[in-house]
C-alpha cells in the first residue's frame, strides 16, 4: 500500500516538474518574440530616422544651391543697375516686379517648397532681369546716340556762335571805321590866356589876370563828310570840372543834355580850315591849374586841348 501511494506520489511530482520546464520554455519563446520585435521596432526606427537625416541634409544642400543660384542672378542684376546709373528710374516698374519676385522665390527656398517650383521661378526670374538687361542696354545705345547728336549739336552752335560773334566783331569794326571817316576832326586846339589893356591883348598864364580865352583849332579836311553848316559847341572846363558859360548855355550830345561855353557854326566843304573865337571871361571866377577845352557837334566830339594857369 505504501509502494503504491509512493508511486502516485512520484508520478505528481514528475508533471508538476514537466509543467514547470513548459511553462519556462513558453515564457523564454515570448521574451524572445518580445526582444524580437523590439529589436525589429529599433533598427526599423533607425533606419526611418538616418534616411530622415539623409533626406533634411540633402533639402538644405538643395535650398543652398538655390539660394545661390538666386543670390547669383540678383548680385549680377544689381551690378547692371549700378553700372548704367540713371537709366534705371526709366525702368523702374520692372525693377520693382524683380525685386518683389526675388522675395517670393526667397520665401519658397526658406520653407523647402517643391524643387521643381522653385527652378521654375528661377528661370523666370532670369528671363525678367535679361529681358531688363537688353532693355536698359538698348536706353544707353539710345542715351549715347542722343549724346553724340547733342554734344555735335553743341559744337556746330557754339562754332556758329564764334563765326557771329567774329561776323559781328568784323561788322562793329567796319561800322566804326566807316562811322569814323565819315567824321570831323579837329586838329591842334590851342587854347591862349589873355589879359586886355585898351586895345591890346598881352598873353598871361595867370588865371586872376586872364581876361579871356582865344580859342584856335583846324577842323581836317574829308571828302567823305557831308558838305553844309555844322554848329560846333566849346566847352571849357576848370580844373574842378565847373563849365564856363554866361548863361543856361545847353545842347543834346547823343541823348544827353550838356552845357557848352561858346559855339560856332561853320561852312564845311571837305577841305581843312581854321578857326578861331574868343570867350570873354567876363565876371566868371577863375581858379589856378589846368583848364580843359573841347570841340563837340551834337553827335561826336572833334578834339580837345588844355591850358595851365597859375
Not at 199 to 226: H, M, Q, S, W, Y
Not at 240 to 249: A, S
Not at 278 to 295: E, H, K, M, Q
Request: charged residues 25%; hydrophobic residues 35%; proline residues 2%.
Amino acid at each position: 500500500m505504501n509502494d503504491v501511494n509512493n508511486q502516485n506520489m512520484d508520478s505528481a511530482n514528475t508533471q508538476k516538474s514537466s509543467n514547470k520546464k513548459t511553462g519556462y520554455i513558453i515564457i523564454i519563446i515570448l521574451l524572445l518574440i518580445t526582444n524580437g520585435i523590439f529589436i525589429y521596432l529599433y533598427f526599423s526606427s533607425y533606419n526611418k530616422f538616418e534616411t530622415a537625416i539623409v533626406e533634411n541634409q540633402k533639402n538644405m544642400q538643395i535650398s543652398l544651391e538655390l539660394k545661390n543660384e538666386l543670390d547669383s542672378i540678383m548680385t549680377e542684376y544689381n551690378n547692371i543697375k549700378e553700372e548704367y546709373g540713371s537709366l534705371n528710374i526709366k525702368l523702374i516698374n520692372q525693377d520693382s516686379i524683380i525685386q518683389q519676385q526675388a522675395k517670393e522665390i526667397e520665401k519658397l527656398i526658406a520653407s523647402q517648397a517643391d524643387y521643381n517650383r522653385v527652378k521654375r521661378q528661377l528661370d523666370r526670374l532670369r528671363n525678367i532681369t535679361q529681358s531688363y538687361v537688353k532693355q536698359i542696354d538698348s536706353l544707353y545705345r539710345v542715351n549715347q546716340v542722343l549724346t553724340a547728336e547733342n554734344v555735335k549739336l553743341k559744337e556746330d552752335l557754339t562754332t556758329e556762335i564764334s563765326k557771329s560773334t567774329q561776323l559781328a566783331t568784323i561788322s562793329d569794326s567796319l561800322t566804326k571805321t566807316i562811322n569814323a571817316a565819315t567824321y570831323m576832326v579837329a586838329y591842334n586846339v590851342t587854347p591862349i590866356a589873355y589879359r586886355v589893356r585898351g586895345d591890346k591883348d598881352i598873353p598871361t598864364d595867370k588865371a586872376r589876370r586872364t581876361d579871356k580865352f582865344n580859342i584856335c583849332f583846324i577842323v581836317g579836311e574829308n571828302k567823305l563828310v557831308p558838305p553844309g553848316d555844322y554848329t560846333l559847341y566849346i566847352r571849357i572846363a576848370r580844373p574842378d570840372g565847373l563849365i564856363l558859360t554866361q548863361g543856361g548855355y545847353s545842347f543834346d550830345y547823343q541823348g544827353k543834355t550838356l552845357q557848352y561855353s561858346d559855339k560856332t557854326t561853320i561852312k564845311y566843304n571837305g577841305k581843312a580850315q581854321k578857326i578861331c573865337l574868343d570867350y570873354a571871361r567876363d565876371n566868371l571866377n577863375l581858379i589856378p591849374g589846368i583848364y580843359y577845352f573841347s570841340v563837340f557837334t551834337n553827335d561826336y566830339v572833334l578834339g580837345e586841348g588844355s591850358l595851365k594857369l597859375e
